[in-house]
């Protein structure tokens, strides 16, 4: 999962590509700057940097669906990248389900 926060990391406040990055759940004081960053598995972030996003971005399938999850200022970082992953899981389901049901239409037209 890729994200983007203004989360300060408990590192440093200096974008290092590729460094593994943690955030002190308990303080959801902002900083000015953006982390781009990828979770790797449950607390373990890596700061890619907005280069290494983009290109990743980029190299998806056209027909490829992004998930924006936008939270509050004043939320949990876990929950909320659990709550995130739990809603792309659903709507992924939903997806499916819907191509399924409607096939023949779905090939004929593309719908994303």
Not at 98 to 105: K, L, P
């Amino acid at each position: 999962m890729l994200f983007i926060t203004n989360r300060i990391p408990i590192q440093s406040a200096r974008s290092i590509k590729n460094r593994k990055i943690s955030f002190n759940s308990q303080n959801t004081d902002i900083s000015k700057w953006l982390y781009c960053c990828e979770r790797r598995g449950e607390g373990e972030y890596v700061e890619i940097l907005s280069s290494t996003m983009f290109t990743k971005l980029k190299a998806l399938p056209a027909e490829t669906q992004l998930l924006f999850y936008l939270h509050g200022f004043n939320n949990n970082m876990k929950r909320d990248q659990k709550e995130s992953s739990q809603l792309q899981r659903e709507t992924r389901c939903c997806l499916n389900r819907i191509r399924h049901r409607y096939q023949d239409v779905y090939t004929s037209y593309s719908i994303y």
